[in-house]
C-alpha cells in the first residue's frame, strides 16, 4: 500500500515539476504530496529534483552586481569553506557578528511594531505589542510585511555574502522567500508546539537555507536553536521517525535514533549569525529565563514546490536603492512584488 502511495506522489509531483517549468507556478496540493514523497523516500526524491533544478537553472554573476556589505565580506575561498561546513554539519556559525546598530534598529523595531500571538498552542486571532505579552504567551511573531519596510532588512537580504553563501549552497541562483522576526516567550510552561520548540524538520522547497539572527544574548536557559547534527542528509534521516510525516517529535525519541552528542545546542550573544538547512531535524529549545528575539531569512533553490505566498511591498516603501537595483536587474527577489 505505502508502495503504490509513494508511486503515486511521484507521479503527482513529476506532473507538478512540468507544469511549474511551463507555467511558473505550482498547482494545487504539490506541497502535501511532495511532503509525502520526501517521506516515502527519506529525502532521496527532494535531492533528485533539487539536482534537476541545478543543472535547468544557472548561477548568476554576483560580482556584476552591487556590492553589499552588512555582515562581515567573505572572500570566494571562505565562502567555499564556510559552505562545506554547512553541508557537512547541517549549519554553522558565521565567524562574525551583526553590527550593534542593526541590531539595535531592529530591537527597537521589535518594541514598536504589532505582533500575531501564540499562546497555549494556539495562533491567536489578537495582534499585540511585545509589552502586553501575557504569562501564557509563547511566541511572538511580526508581520512580513512590516518587516520588509524596514531599511536595514531592505539591505540586509541583498548582503553579497549572504547571497554568495546561498548561490553556493544551493547550487544555482537563489531566489528570497521570507523574512520572519519573532520573540519566544520565557515563562515555566510546556514547550510549544505550534511555536516549533519541539524537533521537527521542514520542507520549504527542493533545497533551501535559512539565515538566523541572534538579536539578544542566546544561552542555554534563553531558547537557544537546536539541531540534530548532519540529519539535513536522506542516509543520516532516520526512515522510522520520517514515517511519522510532517509532524513534531518528542526529546525522547530523537534521543532513541541519534547519540546525544548529534544534538547541538546553539548558544551566542546577540549578533549571533547562524546558517542553517533546516530539512535536518532542529528546534528551537523553550527559553525558561530571558525573552529570545530572533530574526530569520529564507533562500530558496527555487520556487517549485514552495508553499509561502509573495511579500507584498509598496513602491513607496522600497527605501534601498541596492534592493532597487536586484530586482530591476535579477529574479532574486521575484518573490516580492511590487504594489
Ligand atoms: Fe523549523
Redesign the pocket.
Given at each position: 500500500m505505502k508502495k503504490i502511495q509513494a508511486y503515486l506522489s511521484f507521479v503527482y509531483i513529476f506532473f507538478s515539476f512540468l507544469f511549474f517549468k511551463l507555467f511558473n507556478r505550482n498547482i494545487v496540493h504539490t506541497h502535501l504530496f511532495f511532503v509525502r514523497l520526501h517521506c516515502f523516500t527519506n529525502g532521496k526524491a527532494t535531492d533528485f529534483f533539487s539536482k534537476i533544478i541545478s543543472k535547468l537553472k544557472k548561477k548568476i554573476k554576483l560580482e556584476q552586481l552591487p556590492t553589499v556589505n552588512l555582515i562581515h565580506f567573505l572572500k570566494e575561498e571562505e565562502v567555499d569553506n564556510f559552505t562545506i561546513k554547512i553541508d557537512k554539519e547541517s549549519y554553522a556559525i558565521y565567524p562574525y557578528k551583526l553590527g550593534l546598530e542593526i541590531i539595535d534598529n531592529l530591537y527597537r523595531f521589535s518594541l514598536d511594531n504589532s505582533t500575531s500571538e501564540i499562546s497555549n498552542n494556539i495562533r491567536q486571532d489578537k495582534i499585540i505589542n511585545y509589552q502586553n505579552k501575557s504569562r501564557y504567551s509563547e511566541r511572538l511573531n511580526f508581520f512580513q510585511s512590516d518587516l520588509i519596510k524596514n531599511n536595514y532588512i531592505q539591505d540586509l537580504i541583498c548582503d553579497s555574502t549572504i547571497l554568495s553563501i546561498c548561490q553556493n549552497y544551493l547550487n544555482t541562483s537563489p531566489v528570497f522567500a521570507e523574512v520572519n522576526m519573532w520573540w519566544s516567550i520565557a515563562n515555566k510552561n510546556k514547550p510549544s508546539i505550534e511555536g516549533?520548540q519541539l524537533y521537527?524538520?521542514?520542507l520549504d522547497a527542493t533545497k533551501w537555507l535559512k539565515i538566523f539572527i541572534y538579536l539578544t544574548d542566546v544561552d542555554i536557559n534563553s531558547g537557544p536553536h537546536c539541531y540534530v547534527e548532519g540529519t539535513h542528509k536522506y542516509h543520516n534521516q532516520s526512515r522510522d521517525l520520517l514515517s511519522r510525516g510532517y509532524v513534531r517529535i518528542e526529546d525522547d525519541d530523537i534521543l532513541k535514533k541519534y547519540s546525544m552528542d548529534k544534538c547541538k545546542n546553539i548558544i551566542g550573544s546577540r549578533g549571533t549569525i547562524i546558517f542553517g538547512d533546516?530539512r535536518a531535524f532542529?528546534?528551537?529549545l523553550k527559553p525558561y529565563d530571558r525573552d529570545r528575539l530572533v530574526l530569520e531569512l529564507t533562500y530558496l533553490n527555487s520556487n517549485f514546490a514552495y508553499n509561502g505566498c509573495n511579500v507584498k511591498l509598496s513602491n513607496l516603501d522600497l527605501k534601498s536603492a541596492h534592493l532597487k537595483e536586484y530586482i530591476s536587474k535579477t529574479s532574486i527577489f521575484k518573490n516580492i512584488e511590487i504594489i
Open positions: 516549533a521537527h524538520f521542514d533546516t532542529h528546534k528551537g
